[in-house]
């Protein structure tokens, strides 16, 4: 779907069983968030051990965070679909100020002041990130923190917090790895910069994706597109 054919959708609010018969109730839930991409890039920032020590607030518009990012900085939209990051987040009254966006489960059993992932794919928060990106019209995606090339240790900065595993934990990181690769091969129209981090080098058998140096995100960031004139 063109972005700019994109009003809303339907949601299922309840399921009622009546009688033995399942009844829905359909909710029409409208766009609510506008983003112009204008040829802009866009930050995908997942919380991977790898982007520890870069200054996110370095970052030009537009960025797009998952989960417990906002602790510790403000992106210009927040994506999450974990049940307990969402209850945290709502909580905390974040999205009162600023652009939270998670699914129509979270919504309805959850409430508080969030928007609705559009067309949601039913991915982690990464991916969602990068198909949030592309639906505000994004062809170019710069990723930060991804670090998912084998199972292994928990790289997550917030291991050992609230809605975390520990650092004990073996984590399946290649599920999130075969996650991403798809989402780049049916994308083939955008291109996707990872900003250093472990990751399979399956990723860099596809046209449409490479890897840079965080010294070479600063350069960009200074020179690039996004650059204030």
């Not at 091969?185 to 994706?209: A, H, I, R, S, Y």
Request: proline fraction near 3%.
């Amino acid at each position: 779907m063109d972005l700019n054919e994109y009003t809303g959708e339907e949601i299922i609010a309840n399921i009622v069983i009546k009688q033995g018969k399942k009844h829905e109730h359909k909710v029409w839930m409208p766009r609510t968030v506008f983003n112009d991409a204008q040829d802009k890039d866009a930050y995908i920032i997942g919380n991977g051990e790898s982007r520890i020590g870069f200054d996110l607030y370095t970052l030009p518009q537009d960025t797009y965070g998952c989960n417990a990012l906002y602790r510790d900085y403000e992106p210009d939209y927040l994506i999450t679909v974990d049940r307990r990051i969402y209850q945290e987040i709502k909580d905390s009254d974040y999205g009162d100020k600023n652009v939270v966006y998670t699914n129509h489960l979270n919504m309805t059993k959850i409430g508080g002041t969030c928007h609705l992932i559009p067309n949601n794919p039913y991915m982690g928060a990464g991916t969602t990130a990068m198909h949030i990106a592309i639906h505000d019209g994004h062809t170019n995606l710069i990723c930060l923190g991804f670090d998912c090339a084998k199972d292994g240790p928990n790289l997550n900065v917030y291991k050992n917090t609230n809605g975390y595993d520990n650092d004990q934990t073996t984590v399946n990181q290649t599920h999130w790895a075969k996650q991403i690769y798809a989402f780049m091969k049916e994308n083939p129209q955008v291109n996707w910069t990872f900003v250093e981090g472990d990751l399979p080098d399956d990723f860099f058998t596809l046209d449409n994706c490479k890897q840079i140096t965080y010294n070479e995100l600063n350069t960009h960031i200074t020179h690039g597109k996004n650059k204030s004139t």
